[in-house]
């Protein structure tokens, strides 16, 4: 049995440029990296901050464009429960950067999350793993926010500066 859809009318009404202009105010322009390490595991630490080192020089290289976040979280931080970094990621460099961690990340668990305004749902169902998934202290983060939190708007860098910063 085949399907004819060509005269087939879809059950939800809309235009193509509705749809297309919902499409692009959904689409996801920013993404997180986070690096997971065991902090009071010194050998472990060492390698996950020579990894991050690697990120930098590779930048300073212009291979991508990634920002790791300034500070290593040598304790439990937010939903983080072991320690971590960030490295925030643009969508124009998102695949090179993904495909990197997956050849590079090592012994390093690595969640991948989305930045929206829906804080929990980009650290579950949006996100995926690298490596063996750890545990987040959910009840730490908001369900949702009423704007894209600022990425690093120091730097000029990003899609959630502010209007009047642009």
């Known amino acids: 049995m085949h399907l004819n859809l060509s005269n087939q009318n879809s059950v939800t009404e809309y ?7 919902e499409a692009e105010t959904e689409e996801i322009k920013e993404f997180h990296f986070h690096v997971y390490f065991f902090q009071d595991n010194e050998e472990n630490k060492k390698s996950a901050i020579a990894l991050r080192q690697k990120i930098l020089d590779l930048v300073d290289l212009g291979f991508f464009h990634p920002v790791p976040f300034k500070e ?59 490596g063996t998934s750890v545990p987040l202290d959910l009840s730490l983060l908001p369900t949702t926010l009423d704007h894209i939190p600022l990425q690093y708007p120091e730097l000029g860098m990003g899609y959630s500066t502010r209007d009047e910063e642009k």
């Open 15 to 21: 235009s193509k440029a509705s749809l297309l202009e």
């Open 72 to 130: 290593v979280n040598v304790r439990p931080i937010g939903p983080h429960a072991i320690g971590s970094y960030e490295v925030w990621c643009p969508k124009e460099h998102f695949s090179r950067v993904y495909s990197w961690f997956l050849i590079n990340r090592g012994p390093f668990s690595v969640l991948v999350h989305p930045l929206t305004v829906d804080v929990l749902k980009d650290h579950t169902s949006r996100a995926t793993w690298m």
